[in-house]
């Protein structure tokens, strides 16, 4: 029934539940806060080494240490460095978790992070001198779902640094500019800028070859076994919904028009949701989702 979707409940709290993280986002933000406070202790009370093998590194990836790669994207350098990746997590992670759902945003995230760390990695082993530096934090993953709301609310305007408003796309394209620019000229060392193009990049990439073609990064069955899978499930629930309906006792006389306005109006955004996402919707078609989801308050 439309009242059973999640998009159509009005949820207590964005983050948090009775028991924990309501969201893949919160439970990362949860993840991030509490590894940077083992760091400080550490830092102030213990002095261990146990961060050379976590932090990411040429010479870890040559010793095998392949879990660098995931666990340099929990740790930060200071508290600034914290600071600004938690908040650009907590806005754009809640953003695109909401358009994408939970496993395509882990998806965009680790991907990002992980290639984006990539990228550096290879740079420095390189370049040495330039970009040899460990890498640690999560702002791979950030641009990558910085980049990922950017392209999914592209006219949607952002205000930068607190004072320039811009358009979501601009924005986007300004920042892999300035990653670029210090990719090719390496005068901030203490920046992991090919992190950060990297995750831009591979956000780009997800958004035009997994998302766009309605595909799945970890989903190896053939195209077509995919498709059909989805045609599957889009039969089954036209089918629960007629099923529904036929179940439904009398209803009043003022009812007609709203089951008239569900069966019209509704369930052809639902449709699209369940072929293409909720990103693909356009504003009138949110405008609607929304007029539903208050009628069905009022009931």
């Known amino acids: 029934m439309l009242a059973d979707r999640d998009y159509m409940r009005e949820q207590p709290s964005r983050f948090w539940g009775g028991r924990g ?5 919160g439970a990362l933000l949860v993840a991030v806060v509490t590894v940077f406070v083992l760091q400080c202790i550490n ?32 740790l930060h350098g200071g508290f600034l460095h914290i600071l600004f990746n938690g908040l650009m997590l907590y806005m754009f992670g809640s953003a695109v978790e ?11 995230y680790f991907a990002s992070g992980v290639l984006g760390g990539l990228a550096q990695v290879l740079l420095g082993a390189v370049f040495p001198n330039q970009f040899g530096m460990p890498v640690l934090g999560a702002s791979a993953g ?7 709301y950017c ?19 601009t924005l986007l394209k300004l920042s892999i500019a300035v990653a670029a620019f210090f990719v090719l000229v390496p005068v901030d060392g203490g920046v992991a800028h090919a992190a950060h193009l990297g995750g831009f990049l591979v956000a780009i990439g997800y958004q035009r070859w997994i998302l766009d073609r309605e595909r799945r990064l970890f989903d190896w069955r053939p195209y077509a076994d995919q498709v059909r899978s989805r045609e599957r499930e889009m039969s089954t629930v036209s089918s629960r ?28 955004i639902l449709d699209k949701i369940s072929a293409k ?9 949110r405008k609607i989702l929304d007029k539903a989801r208050s009628k069905m308050a009022k009931k």
């Open 151 to 169: 392209l999914l609310e592209r006219d949607r305007t952002i205000v930068f640094m607190f004072f320039f408003p811009m358009r979501a796309i």
């Open 21 to 25: 993280p309501r969201t893949a986002t």
């Open 43 to 74: 830092w102030a009370y213990v002095k261990s080494p146990i961060e050379g093998y976590l932090m990411l590194s040429w010479a870890g990836v040559k010793q095998g240490y392949i879990w660098q790669f995931f666990t340099f994207q929990f």
């Open 98 to 108: 909401g358009m994408l759902g939970r496993p395509r945003f882990l998806e965009v």
């Open 241 to 268: 919904r007629k099923s529904v309906i036929a179940a439904r006792p009398p209803q009043r006389e003022e009812e007609p028009a709203q089951e008239d306005f569900i069966s019209k109006e509704v369930d052809p």
């Open 142 to 148: 950030v641009c990558g779902l910085l980049a990922m």
């Open 277 to 285: 996402g909720i990103h693909s919707l356009t504003e009138q078609e």
